[in-house]
């Protein structure tokens, strides 16, 4: 018996990172210090000497090579102003983790949030090399590169290459937006109109992107076919714009000259409550200047709660073309004792 017992304790040592005073259910790994600030620090802006000091223990200790504390460090580095570094976290711990993608989508994000597209799809091509699998989080990043960058064929080929991985069939709309927003914003409104039609799901990022597109490319009357189809599922709960999508439909009212259907709009939102948003009044503003509605002009103009000179640029504008000089007059001498400057547009 005594013999089984030295044997047991010789074949049983404790463990720095588990804790055998926790109840059963809530018994887990105790992390030491350094690995507990680098998996729930806060961002730090600017870069602070302690994720300094942090990222030596963790290479130090060997765990540099650990996918999870890499993508923490990588995500700690950006937030901290400090992009550059993180590429040497990344490629520190890529050759014991070659195929992990959340590794990977780290670094991508990282050159994405720093406006460095090409870079992200220097990377996305690295990964695939690699025989990395990437996801639906890796996808959108990489689409709206190309779409930054306005990257067509680029974009077509990441399109196929996520066919080919299955990205397509998963509930999430995420990946299918980003290709509808790719294609409109290059000017394939073909294409875009097609990966919008055979999304399993179709939701408020996926619609806008289609109306803001077709209103961005000139096809102002396809947009609002759209908007209307929106607004009749959104009637039956399934989908209801945002104030982006409702941007896109009143600036293809303002370029049709649509005044009817730009002040059926301001009833709807009016009803669901966004015409409270700041940009949606200026676009209302917008709306009723081009379609010389002074009166419907001034009221949208009075509740703006900041007036500055593209505002009241629009309703002097309208005022003026309606031949309402005394109007014109009044309101540009407001515009003065408010403490606006005119611009060019006024001489």
Request: with cysteine; hydrophobic share 45%.
């Amino acid at each position: 018996m005594l013999q089984h017992l030295r044997l047991l304790r010789r074949s049983v040592r404790p463990s720095l990172f588990f804790n055998p005073f926790a109840s059963p259910t809530l018994r887990r790994p105790l992390l030491p210090p350094f690995l507990l600030f680098i998996s729930s620090s806060p961002p730090l802006t600017p870069l602070s000497p302690s994720l300094l000091r942090h990222h030596a223990l963790v290479v130090t200790s060997g765990h540099c090579t650990n996918p999870f504390f890499s993508a923490k460090l990588i995500s700690l580095y950006a937030a901290s102003l400090r992009p550059d570094l993180a590429p040497r976290v990344f490629f520190a711990s890529l050759p014991a983790n070659p195929l992990d993608t959340f590794l990977w989508n780290s670094l991508i994000k990282t050159h994405f949030s720093d406006s460095g597209f090409a870079l992200s799809l220097q990377l996305f091509t690295k990964m695939l090399s690699w025989g990395a699998r990437p996801n639906h989080f890796t996808i959108p990043m990489v689409v709206s590169a190309c779409s930054e960058l306005l990257e067509l064929g680029t974009g077509s080929s990441i399109h196929c290459a996520s066919i080919k991985f299955g990205l397509f069939s998963r509930d999430s709309a995420g990946v299918g937006s980003s290709f509808v927003y790719m294609y409109a914003k290059c000017g394939v409104l073909g294409d875009a109109f097609k990966v919008f039609d055979e999304m399993p799901v179709k939701d408020v990022v996926s619609w806008t992107a289609l109306i803001v597109g077709y209103v961005r490319n000139g096809e102002c009357e396809m947009g609002l076919v759209c908007f209307n189809q929106m607004h009749r599922l959104g009637a039956d709960g399934e989908v209801r714009p945002n104030s982006r999508t409702v941007e896109g439909a009143l600036q293809a009212c303002g370029s049709l000259g649509a005044l009817w259907e730009g002040r059926c709009l301001h009833v709807f939102l009016t009803k669901i409550g966004l015409e409270y948003h700041d940009s949606i009044k200026s676009s209302l503003l917008s709306v009723y200047s081009k379609c010389e509605s002074p009166e419907d002009a001034f009221l949208v103009f009075e509740e703006l709660p900041e007036k500055d000179v593209v505002s009241w640029t629009a309703v002097v504008g309208v005022h003026a073309r309606k031949g309402l000089i005394l109007d014109c007059i009044k309101l540009f001498r407001s515009m003065q004792d408010s403490g606006v400057e005119p611009d060019g547009i006024f001489c």
